[in-house]
């Protein structure tokens, strides 16, 4: 035994990459730093202006400090007017979602035609910023609150339906199988044996995006969108530093608060 | 094409009086592996039938052909008289509603509780508004009670099906093929994931069920000795031709050899009197 193994050469040598695989990620590493280069030069950055941005920035915090916090009473209003905007918004993006996700998972769709609609919806919704989706509404329904609420709602209905759809199409075939051999019709056994494996995924994502939707209502009212926004927008038009920092500082607790429920409420799903 | 088209169509002389005929069945899949090449199978009165066979044989894609889980690609599978493989669709659904099935996998719905798993059973009969509320009529709440009390899990209604153990997934399983009222039971290897001893309690719920209910039922199994104990009759399988069909009590060493191979079955096969004790 001994003899045949001391017959037989192993090889010594052994490299994670192969050469070639090695030399590919030289390239990708080249382009890489090239493009960042080109991208650098293309932007006709104007350096001077950071010589001083160290300065600049101090000036600012001191114009801003100290906050002038009676300008907060006037602010309770919008905040609370932002969280029923990323609210409203996220619960009509459930609501649509459900079904254009159903109709964008390739196992549940009808067929080819359908699931083209089903993706292309997925897609213009996403690829559309929520501020941008705010300027298109506010042109329809006037500035206010509604121009939000659908622009919120807008956003998160394609970002809520691709992960949902994701989770659809990973559903376990055997439970739908089991439903489908008691003779219940296609909607009955997508209700009754789809829906309940996707609900994780979606009370999951739907918190998430709702919180998401907390942080980006804070900016709606730039564009006339309703919320917070607006109240920062005006402030900073008045060189009202002192409000702006209130402003800014009520954001961000209402931000953290926001994320702090979303990561408990999903950390609680089973 | 209707059921009432289908029914029309003369059947042979001797599948009209049976409760399950299988002609000539044959399913090719598209990777061109013939699973099942004409089988023919009768079934004439309520007893367990037992298909046994190597893993690969063709069981599966048997048992799934007839409710059309799988499409079959040529033959008839006749339910008292109904040709199955020519219905449309909808006429399709409501064929299913009369066949229930039990998978290995148990297949419950994880996320819903026993109830609404039992309940499922008759999602055939109510709507889906009716489903989305989950009202069922009272007649089937009060018969899923009484099948949970039956596969003895009375007080397991509200507990989600993913918080049971594997013999009790199962009893799940069968209350809801039986919450369907089957004609038919199809049952795919309902043991093999089961320990011994849950496997022969779960093979002794489903025979005694289907002879209360005087319903035939098609099961697929691993284990020779337990189609030995809980079949009336066992048919076995070899690269989708039915090899042997006979009652339990015929199973040789030569029919085991016929169906999987050369082997020593001797140990296999249990001796008459033991069997005489395990019914006691
Ligand atoms: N979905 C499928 N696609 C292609 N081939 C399949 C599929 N399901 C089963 N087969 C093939 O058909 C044959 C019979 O499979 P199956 O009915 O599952 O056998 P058994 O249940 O007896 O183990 C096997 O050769 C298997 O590889
Ligand atoms: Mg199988």
Known sequence: ??????????????????LRESLLGWCWAVVLAAAAVWSVSALDIEWAFFADAHEQAGDLLRRMWPPRWSYLPAIVKPLIETIHIATLGTAIAVVLSVPLAFLAARNTTLNGFTWAIGRSLLVASRSVNTVIWGLVFVAIFGPGPVAGIAAVAARSVGFLAKLVAE???????????????????????????????????????????????????????????????LY????????????????????????????ALSAYARARIS | MSAADAQAHAPAPHA????LAIDGLVKVYPGGQRALDAVDLVVSQPQVVAVIGSSGAGKSTLIRCINRLVEPSAGAVRLNG????????????RMRRRIGMIFQEFNLVERLTVMENVLSGRLGSIGFVAALMR????????????????????????????????????RVGIARALMQQPELLLIDEPTASLDPKTARQIMRLIRSLAQEQRC?????????????????????????????????????????????GEEDWNRTIRPVEDEALEAS
């Not at chain 1, 001994?2 to 090889?11: E, N």
């Not at chain 1, 900073?236 to 009520?250: K, M, R």
């Open chain 2, 82 to 93: 109904v040709d199955i493989v020519a219905l449309g669709r909808r006429d399709l659904r």
């Open chain 1, 232 to 259: 920062l927008y005006a402030s900073i038009n008045q060189f009202a530093w002192q409000q702006v920092l209130v402003v800014l500082l009520a954001i961000l607790a209402v931000v953290l608060a926001a994320e």
């Open chain 2, 216 to 260: 035939p039922a098609l099961v697929n199994i691993h284990d020779v000795t337990l189609a030995q104990d809980y079949a009336d009759r066992v048919v076995g399988l070899k690269a989708g031709r039915v090899v042997f069909d006979a009652p339990a009590q015929a199973l040789t060493p030569q029919a085991l050899t016929a169906i999987y």
């Open chain 1, 1 to 18: 035994m001994s003899d045949a193994a001391s017959a037989k050469r192993y090889p010594e040598v052994w490299r994670r990459r192969s």
């Open chain 2, 16 to 19: 009209a009086r049976a409760l």
């Open chain 1, 167 to 229: 989770a659809i199409e990973e559903a376990d075939s055997g439970q739908v199988e089991a439903v489908q051999a008691t003779g219940a019709s296609t909607a009955q056994v997508y209700l009754v044996a789809v829906l309940p494996q996707v609900m994780p995924v979606l009370i999951g994502t739907t918190v998430y995006r709702w919180d998401i939707n907390v942080r980006e209502s804070s900016v709606l009212g730039f564009v006339g969108a309703g919320g917070i926004g």
């Open chain 2, 135 to 170: 009202r069922y009529p009272p007649r089937d709440v009060a018969s899923a009670f009484e099948l949970l009390d039956r596969v003895g899990l009375a007080g397991y209604q509200d507990t989600r099906a993913d918080a049971l153990s594997g013999g009790q997934r199962q």
